[in-house]
Protein backbone atom coordinates (compact mmCIF):
# COMPACT_ATOMS: atom_id res chain seq x y z
CA UNK A 1 0.00 0.00 0.00
CA UNK A 2 1.33 3.31 -0.97
CA UNK A 3 2.06 5.80 1.83
CA UNK A 4 -0.16 8.99 1.83
CA UNK A 5 0.54 12.98 1.54
CA UNK A 6 0.86 15.34 4.02
CA UNK A 7 -1.05 17.85 4.63
CA UNK A 8 0.66 21.25 3.85
CA UNK A 9 -0.09 24.81 5.04
CA UNK A 10 -0.20 25.92 0.61
CA UNK A 11 -2.79 22.95 0.04
CA UNK A 12 -4.75 24.63 3.03
CA UNK A 13 -4.56 28.21 1.73
CA UNK A 14 -5.46 27.18 -1.42
CA UNK A 15 -8.47 25.15 -0.68
CA UNK A 16 -9.79 27.13 1.89
CA UNK A 17 -9.24 30.40 0.19
CA UNK A 18 -7.63 32.58 2.73
CA UNK A 19 -3.79 33.66 3.98
CA UNK A 20 -4.49 33.22 7.95
CA UNK A 21 -4.67 29.48 8.76
CA UNK A 22 -6.14 30.61 12.00
CA UNK A 23 -9.59 31.86 10.18
CA UNK A 24 -9.94 28.16 8.67
CA UNK A 25 -13.04 27.05 10.48
CA UNK A 26 -14.33 24.64 7.62
CA UNK A 27 -11.49 22.25 6.11
CA UNK A 28 -12.98 19.82 3.35
CA UNK A 29 -10.27 17.57 2.02
CA UNK A 30 -11.70 14.38 1.06
CA UNK A 31 -10.28 12.09 -1.32
CA UNK A 32 -6.51 13.88 -1.37
CA UNK A 33 -4.85 10.34 -0.09
CA UNK A 34 -3.71 12.35 2.82
CA UNK A 35 -2.43 10.27 6.03
CA UNK A 36 0.11 13.26 7.64
CA UNK A 37 -1.92 15.83 9.41
CA UNK A 38 0.32 17.32 12.04
CA UNK A 39 -0.46 20.96 10.76
CA UNK A 40 -3.68 20.47 11.91
CA UNK A 41 -3.18 20.10 15.56
CA UNK A 42 -0.25 22.69 15.17
CA UNK A 43 -1.84 25.45 13.07
CA UNK A 44 -5.93 25.06 12.80
CA UNK A 45 -6.62 26.46 16.72
CA UNK A 46 -10.43 27.46 15.23
CA UNK A 47 -11.56 24.47 12.53
CA UNK A 48 -14.61 23.57 13.66
CA UNK A 49 -15.64 21.00 10.78
CA UNK A 50 -13.05 18.83 8.97
CA UNK A 51 -14.09 16.37 6.12
CA UNK A 52 -11.51 14.02 5.57
CA UNK A 53 -12.78 11.03 3.94
CA UNK A 54 -11.42 8.70 1.85
CA UNK A 55 -7.61 9.56 2.69
CA UNK A 56 -5.31 7.29 4.32
CA UNK A 57 -5.40 8.54 8.06
CA UNK A 58 -4.40 6.06 11.07
CA UNK A 59 -4.11 8.02 13.83
CA UNK A 60 -6.82 10.45 15.37
CA UNK A 61 -3.53 12.41 17.66
CA UNK A 62 -3.39 15.46 15.47
CA UNK A 63 -7.15 16.59 16.23
CA UNK A 64 -6.77 16.14 20.00
CA UNK A 65 -5.66 19.92 20.44
CA UNK A 66 -8.85 20.75 18.50
CA UNK A 67 -10.75 22.01 20.98
CA UNK A 68 -13.33 23.85 18.98
CA UNK A 69 -14.10 20.89 16.48
CA UNK A 70 -17.55 20.26 16.40
CA UNK A 71 -18.06 17.23 13.50
CA UNK A 72 -15.34 15.17 12.03
CA UNK A 73 -15.79 13.28 9.03
CA UNK A 74 -12.79 10.40 8.47
CA UNK A 75 -15.01 7.73 6.44
CA UNK A 76 -13.19 4.91 4.40
CA UNK A 77 -9.35 5.71 5.92
CA UNK A 78 -7.08 3.36 7.85
CA UNK A 79 -7.90 3.88 11.74
CA UNK A 80 -7.20 0.31 12.89
CA UNK A 81 -6.90 0.88 16.72
CA UNK A 82 -10.26 1.98 18.46
CA UNK A 83 -8.50 3.53 21.30
CA UNK A 84 -7.58 5.69 18.58
CA UNK A 85 -10.54 7.17 20.19
CA UNK A 86 -9.23 8.25 23.20
CA UNK A 87 -7.07 11.36 20.98
CA UNK A 88 -10.73 12.70 21.22
CA UNK A 89 -11.66 12.36 24.92
CA UNK A 90 -10.96 16.26 25.62
CA UNK A 91 -13.02 17.81 22.36
CA UNK A 92 -15.88 18.53 24.38
CA UNK A 93 -17.72 20.53 21.88
CA UNK A 94 -17.62 17.54 18.85
CA UNK A 95 -21.13 16.56 18.10
CA UNK A 96 -20.87 14.67 15.06
CA UNK A 97 -17.87 12.28 14.68
CA UNK A 98 -18.38 9.90 10.70
CA UNK A 99 -15.59 6.86 11.34
CA UNK A 100 -17.32 3.98 9.06
CA UNK A 101 -15.58 2.07 6.54
CA UNK A 102 -12.39 2.01 9.07
CA UNK A 103 -11.28 -0.95 9.92
CA UNK A 104 -11.67 0.02 14.16
CA UNK A 105 -15.52 0.18 12.93
CA UNK A 106 -15.56 -3.35 12.46
CA UNK A 107 -15.14 -3.65 16.30
CA UNK A 108 -18.31 -5.78 17.90
CA UNK A 109 -18.48 -2.88 20.71
CA UNK A 110 -16.99 0.03 18.27
CA UNK A 111 -20.28 2.12 18.32
CA UNK A 112 -20.93 1.59 22.43
CA UNK A 113 -17.12 2.24 22.83
CA UNK A 114 -16.97 5.25 20.97
CA UNK A 115 -20.57 6.45 22.53
CA UNK A 116 -18.81 6.01 26.22
CA UNK A 117 -15.65 7.71 25.16
CA UNK A 118 -17.12 10.72 23.82
CA UNK A 119 -20.56 11.52 25.73
CA UNK A 120 -21.50 14.40 23.91
CA UNK A 121 -21.88 12.92 20.65
CA UNK A 122 -25.36 13.53 19.04
CA UNK A 123 -24.75 11.55 15.88
CA UNK A 124 -22.15 8.71 15.22
CA UNK A 125 -21.73 7.54 11.46
CA UNK A 126 -25.33 9.63 10.34
CA UNK A 127 -27.16 7.63 12.93
CA UNK A 128 -28.03 9.61 16.22
CA UNK A 129 -26.85 8.35 19.40
CA UNK A 130 -29.99 7.40 21.72
CA UNK A 131 -30.72 7.51 25.39
CA UNK A 132 -30.96 3.76 25.07
CA UNK A 133 -27.27 3.26 23.37
CA UNK A 134 -25.88 5.82 26.43
CA UNK A 135 -27.01 3.76 28.70
CA UNK A 136 -25.74 0.49 27.36
CA UNK A 137 -22.79 2.79 27.16
CA UNK A 138 -22.49 3.68 30.60
CA UNK A 139 -23.01 0.00 31.72
CA UNK A 140 -20.34 -1.27 29.56
CA UNK A 141 -16.49 -1.58 31.16
CA UNK A 142 -14.79 -1.56 28.25
CA UNK A 143 -11.07 -2.04 29.43
CA UNK A 144 -7.85 -2.24 27.20
CA UNK A 145 -7.65 -5.41 26.67
CA UNK A 146 -11.11 -5.60 25.04
CA UNK A 147 -9.96 -3.37 22.63
CA UNK A 148 -8.67 -6.15 20.62
CA UNK A 149 -10.60 -7.62 17.60
CA UNK A 150 -11.22 -10.63 19.71
CA UNK A 151 -13.22 -9.17 23.04
CA UNK A 152 -12.37 -10.36 26.69
CA UNK A 153 -14.47 -13.01 28.41
CA UNK A 154 -15.43 -9.90 30.71
CA UNK A 155 -17.03 -7.66 27.87
CA UNK A 156 -18.99 -10.68 26.48
CA UNK A 157 -20.48 -11.67 29.97
CA UNK A 158 -21.43 -7.63 30.35
CA UNK A 159 -23.15 -7.74 26.84
CA UNK A 160 -24.94 -11.37 27.88
CA UNK A 161 -25.95 -9.34 31.06
CA UNK A 162 -27.19 -6.20 28.70
CA UNK A 163 -28.47 -8.64 26.49
CA UNK A 164 -30.68 -10.54 29.04
CA UNK A 165 -31.71 -7.32 30.92
CA UNK A 166 -33.07 -5.48 27.35
CA UNK A 167 -34.82 -8.87 26.48
Known amino acids: MQAGKQLTRDLLLSKCKTDKLSSIKNVN ?44 YLRKNNIQDLGEVQHLKQ ?26 TLPNLVKLDNAEVTPEERQQA ?5 EQPALQKKPSQTVLQQNTVLQNHHA
Not at 91 to 110: D, I, Q
Not at 138 to 142: A, K, Q, S, V, W
Request: charged share 20%; net charge negative.
Open 29 to 72: LWGNELSDLSIVAQELPNVEILSLSLNKISSLRDFASCHKLTEL
Open 138 to 142: RLLDL
Open 91 to 116: LTSLRVLWLSHNPCAEHPYYRLFVIK
